[in-house]
C-alpha cells in the first residue's frame, strides 16, 4: 500500500517538469510563433537593461539629468546634443524617455506581483477548501473582475494621491481577481488528481498539501498572466500619468510627459516631444505581449500540438 501511495506522489511532482522540457524542446522550433517570442524576449531584456543602466548612464555623463529644465533651450529639436529634442520647459526628451522605463518597470512589478502575493493564496485556498469560503470569494473576486480595469485605477489613485507605491496599489487590485480566478480553477481541477488524495492517505496536512503537492501544479500558468499582465499595467500607468493621477511630476514617466507635449503636437511642428515617450511605450508593451503569448504556447501543450 505504502509503495503505492509514493508512486502517485512522484507522479504529482513529475507533472512539475513538463513545462520546463515542453520549454526547452520548444526553443530550437523555427516557427513563426517561436521567433516572436524570441523578439519579445530581446525587446523586454532591452527596457529592463536601460532601466537598470541608466543612474550609471547618467553618473558617466552619458544622460542628463530628467529633472532638470530651464537649463536646456526649450523645444529644440533632435541634435546631437538632445537626441531626442527639448521639451518645451527645457527637459531633455532622451533622458526621460530613458529613466521612464525605470519608473514604468517599478511601478508594474510592485503592482503585479503584490496582486500576484494575494490573488494566488486566495484562490488556493478558495479552490482547495470549497464551501462557503469558496462562494464568498468567488462572489468578491467576480465583483470586481466586472469593473474596467481603468476605471478601478482611476478611481483607487485620486483616493490614495500620486506616488510609486500608491499607484501600484491602485493598479493591482484590478488584477487580483485575474490570479484568484485562474489559480482557484487549477487548484479545482489537480485536488482531485491522484496523487493529492494519496497526500491525504499519508495524513498530510492542508498546508503540506497545498504548498507541496499543489502550488508548483496550479501557478504553471501564473508567469503567461504575469507577463501579460504587466504589459496590461504599462498602458494602464501611462493613462493615469495622462490624467495627472500617476507619479508626482518630477518623476520621469511616459504618460506625463505625453499629457506635457499635447501644446506642441497642437501645431505639428514639435513632434519629438510625443514620438518617443509613445514610441517607448509601444514598443515595451509589444514585447511584453509577444513574450507573454510565446510563453502561452510553449507552457500549453494543447496549443502547442496544434501548431
Do not use: C
Not at 514604468?104 to 485556498?125: D, E, H, K, Y
Not at 483616493?159 to 491602485?170: C, K
Amino acid at each position: 500500500m505504502l509503495p503505492a501511495l509514493k508512486a502517485r506522489l512522484n507522479r504529482g511532482k513529475m507533472t512539475l517538469r513538463l513545462p520546463i522540457a515542453q520549454f526547452f524542446r520548444s526553443s530550437n522550433q523555427r516557427d513563426l510563433s517561436g521567433w516572436l517570442t524570441r523578439i519579445g524576449l530581446i525587446i523586454t531584456l532591452f527596457f529592463a537593461a536601460i532601466a537598470l543602466l541608466a543612474p550609471l548612464f547618467q553618473h558617466l555623463g552619458w544622460l542628463q539629468d530628467p529633472t532638470e529644465f530651464l537649463d536646456h533651450p526649450p523645444q529644440q529639436s533632435p541634435s546631437w546634443q538632445h537626441w531626442f529634442g527639448t521639451t518645451r520647459l527645457g527637459y531633455d526628451v532622451f533622458s526621460r524617455t530613458v529613466f521612464g522605463s525605470q519608473a514604468a518597470w517599478l511601478v508594474v512589478i510592485l503592482a503585479t506581483f503584490f496582486s500576484l502575493g494575494v490573488g494566488v493564496p486566495l484562490g488556493m485556498v478558495s479552490g482547495y477548501l470549497g464551501g462557503r469560503l469558496d462562494r464568498v470569494l468567488v462572489f468578491l473576486m467576480d465583483a470586481v473582475f466586472t469593473l474596467p480595469t481603468l476605471l478601478i485605477a482611476v478611481t483607487l489613485a485620486f483616493v490614495l494621491g500620486r506616488g510609486v507605491l500608491n499607484a501600484a496599489i491602485a493598479l493591482s487590485i484590478a488584477y487580483i481577481p485575474q490570479y484568484f480566478r485562474l489559480v482557484r480553477n487549477q487548484t479545482v481541477s489537480v485536488k482531485n488528481e491522484l496523487f493529492v488524495e494519496a497526500a491525504q492517505a499519508i495524513g498530510a496536512s492542508t498546508w503540506r498539501v497545498m504548498t507541496r503537492y499543489l502550488f508548483l501544479n496550479v501557478v504553471q500558468s501564473v508567469p503567461v498572466l504575469l507577463t501579460l499582465n504587466i504589459a496590461d499595467a504599462i498602458l494602464i500607468l501611462g493613462g493615469l500619468g495622462f490624467l495627472g493621477l500617476g507619479l508626482p511630476e518630477e518623476t520621469p514617466e511616459w504618460g506625463h510627459d505625453l499629457k506635457q507635449a499635447l501644446d506642441g503636437l497642437s501645431t505639428g511642428d514639435v513632434w519629438w516631444t510625443t514620438l518617443f515617450p509613445g514610441l517607448a511605450m509601444t514598443l515595451m508593451v509589444t514585447g511584453l505581449s509577444l513574450l507573454g503569448e510565446g510563453l502561452s504556447d510553449l507552457i500549453n501543450p494543447i496549443v502547442q500540438k496544434d501548431k
